[in-house]
């Protein structure tokens, strides 16, 4: 049974740029988070999809925006990259009713590098 | 708002001796508390959970927490530790005023086991 699948595992990027990123839940999971992790850091919520909005945000810039599709895959894009954008982006999903509860999955995430 | 703090940054420990990890977590309202370990290049996996009941949390690998709702408090405990146990700790929160679906985590504890 396949965990959460995260693409691309690392990317560079340019200031300026903008990037996507791809997040595909464990099977049976209906709702996916974002999270930021900068380097040395614990991981910061960025928001939460489920049924194809976005339920919470955290205290990020509207450069930041996510999607969620019918199959409960998600993207996040980042727009203007900016150098402190740099971390690893990790995707966690949960199953339906899981209120928190800890039934996260988490990702191996994403490694960004803005230059 | 609620926070997190991991009172190290590191904790050198020698093989099979007794280890704790502290976390404090700043909350006006009802919480469900986490640990979670990261190893190099992966993503985070739970160790244990604290939602109500009994303040004594047994988890994987021989891990266990106690929560201390005075003390604001759920620090990690494992009797023996192992090399394989050298990672990064993450202790987690998440509120009623989030909806249990944010979790804020603390900075992370490097735990270094040598033999």
């Known amino acids: 049974d396949a965990g959460v699948t995260q693409s691309p595992t690392h990317l560079i990027k340019t200031r300026g740029q903008q990037v996507t990123l791809r997040c595909s839940p464990k099977?049976?999971?209906?709702?996916v988070s974002w999270y930021q992790q900068a380097l040395g850091q614990g991981p910061q919520f960025i928001f939460q999809?489920?049924?194809?909005?976005?339920?919470q945000r955290g205290n990020f810039p509207d450069r930041f925006s996510g999607h969620q599709f019918p199959n409960y895959s998600s993207e996040l894009n980042v727009n203007a990259l900016l150098l402190g954008d740099s971390a690893l982006y990790l995707c966690?999903?949960?199953?339906?009713?899981?209120?928190?509860?800890?039934?996260?999955?988490f990702g191996s995430g994403t490694r960004l590098t803005v230059v | 708002a609620q926070s997190v703090t991991q009172l190290d940054s590191q904790v050198p420990v020698f093989e099979e001796a007794p280890v704790e990890l502290r976390c404090n977590y700043s909350?006006?309202?009802?919480?469900?508390l986490f640990w979670y370990v990261q190893y190099p290049n992966q993503g985070l996996q739970l160790l244990l959970k604290?939602?109500?009941?009994?303040?004594l949390v047994k988890g994987i690998n021989g891990f266990e927490a106690e929560f201390n709702k005075s003390q604001t408090s759920f620090h990690l405990r494992k009797p023996s530790v192992h090399i394989s146990d050298t990672a990064e700790y993450f202790c987690?929160?998440?509120?009623?005023?989030?909806?249990?679906?944010?979790?804020?985590f603390g900075t992370g504890t490097r735990l270094l086991v040598s033999p």
């Open positions: 987690a929160v998440g509120s009623m005023n989030t909806g249990f679906q944010k979790l804020v």
């Open positions: 909350s006006s309202v009802s919480v469900y």
């Open positions: 099977s049976g999971h209906d709702t």
């Open positions: 966690a999903s949960s199953p339906p009713a899981d209120l928190g509860r800890g039934g996260y999955t």
């Open positions: 604290y939602l109500s009941g009994s303040t």
């Open positions: 999809y489920y049924e194809e909005e976005e339920r």
